[in-house]
Every structure is written in C-alpha cells, then in structure tokens.
C-alpha cells in the first residue's frame, strides 16, 4: 500500500533556528495537510496546500510558517524562527480528493532547545 | 468554533472485554466522521469512516461505530478487545464545507493481557 513519508523522523534545534521538515505524498494524491500535536494535546490541523497554494490555514498557521512543493513531489513544513512552543510531533497527511480520508505519514518529532 | 470531545482520556481493559470510547462533535452542518488509530511508534491509521447511509460502520480489525446525528455523537465499540489493540485512538469530524478535519484530544488504550 503506498505510504506518507516523512523526513526527518527527529529534528532537534535551537531556539531562533529555521527547521525544513519534508513530505513525500502518495502519488496521486492532490490535497496536502499538517497538522502538529504537542505532547499530550489533540492533534492540530495547520494548513491545508492544493493546486500549489495554501487553501486553508489555522490561527497557529502564522507569519514563521509556511509551505510549500519545490520539486513537484516535496512537499515542505517551514519554521523559520523556532520557538520552544513549537516543539510537537508534525504529521504530513495527504488526499486523493476533498473528504475523502487522510493518510497520514509517520511523522516528524521537533524538539526546540 | 467546531469541536471534537473525547471524554475517556486513558482506558484500561483486560482482554475479551468490551470496549465503548465516545466521540461528541459539535457542528451542526453535515459531517463525514472517522476514527484512526496510533500503534506506538506508528503513524495515524485509519479505522473506519462514516459519510452517509446506515449510521452503524463496520471497520478493520472488529472495530465498529455507530453514528447518532441526535446526540453529535460517533462512538467506537468493539465486543472483544485483544492485547495488540493497546494504541492511541483519535476521532475526527471533516465538515462536508470544507477540507478541514478536526480531531479529538484521543485515548489511550491499554489492554492487559
């Protein structure tokens, strides 16, 4: 069955530092999400990405975040000024179509020092 | 704003027992409504989904779901849990406006054997 996967599995960074964290979608799926949980909490939706732009994105989502799909396959998570409330486990997750189930990779743990 | 409820944070049975996790959901529009499942160590599965049609949703590994559009509620049951279900299980509610997915804070299984 074709997987989510994601890189890195663990990413440790100093506070104030850029983290790239990257997706592989299934092939033919077309709508791409991240979603974060913090330890202990509910899994957070952050933005949704279709037809190479952000369709939704939440409150977290804000101006240190963005996304994006460099080479057509990539699909990217960046944080560009870490903080430690952003340490959390981030899953990719992705769709072949708009309600259909997610498939989620098995995500990436960031940990902010 | 849309909510997901798990009221059962952390749920111990031994095995042969049967399980009930609740799932509440407030949004009063049409939903599609699914429940995954973390093993340890492993990404978010899917367990079982419910867009439309009968309200009870037979899902992998014996799980099952009964959707009751009166009490916003989509609980997960199964007659006879086993060691290997132990995992982390999450609802999710997609409202049928959009491709956003919300989910619950989750519960811990543990089955002892």
């Known amino acids: 069955e074709p997987e989510v996967t994601q890189t890195p599995s663990h990413q440790v960074t100093q506070m104030g530092q850029e983290v790239i964290l990257r997706c592989v979608p299934i092939?033919?799926?077309?709508?791409f999400y991240w979603y974060r949980q913090i330890l202990g909490q509910k899994v957070e939706f952050l933005v949704s990405?279709?037809?190479?732009?952000?369709?939704?994105k939440s409150e977290i989502f804000d101006d240190q975040f963005s996304v994006e799909r460099p080479d057509g396959s990539n699909f990217t998570l960046k944080i560009r000024s870490t903080k430690l409330e952003d340490s959390a486990m981030y899953f990719c997750?992705?769709?072949?179509?708009?309600?259909?189930?997610?498939?989620f990779g098995n995500g990436t743990r960031l940990t902010v020092t | 704003a849309q909510s997901v409820s798990q009221h059962n944070h952390h749920v111990i049975l031994s095995e042969a027992a049967s399980l009930e996790l609740g799932c509440n959901y407030s949004?009063?529009?049409?939903?599609?409504l699914f429940w995954y499942v973390q093993y340890p160590g492993q990404h978010l599965q899917l367990l079982l989904k419910?867009?439309?049609?009968?309200?009870l949703v037979k899902g992998i590994k014996g799980f099952e779901a009964e959707f009751i559009k009166s009490k916003f509620s989509f609980n997960l049951r199964k007659p006879s849990v086993q060691w290997s279900d132990t995992a982390e299980y999450f609802c999710?509610?997609?409202?049928?406006?959009?491709?956003?997915?919300?989910f619950g804070t989750g519960t811990s299984l543990t089955v002892i054997p």
């Open positions: 997750a992705t769709t072949l179509e708009t309600n259909s189930p997610l498939h």
């Open positions: 092939s033919n799926h077309l709508y």
């Open positions: 990405f279709y037809n190479n732009e952000i369709s939704e």
């Open positions: 949004y009063g529009g049409t939903v599609n």
């Open positions: 419910y867009f439309s049609g009968d309200p």
């Open positions: 999710a509610v997609n409202p049928n406006t959009g491709n956003q997915f919300y």
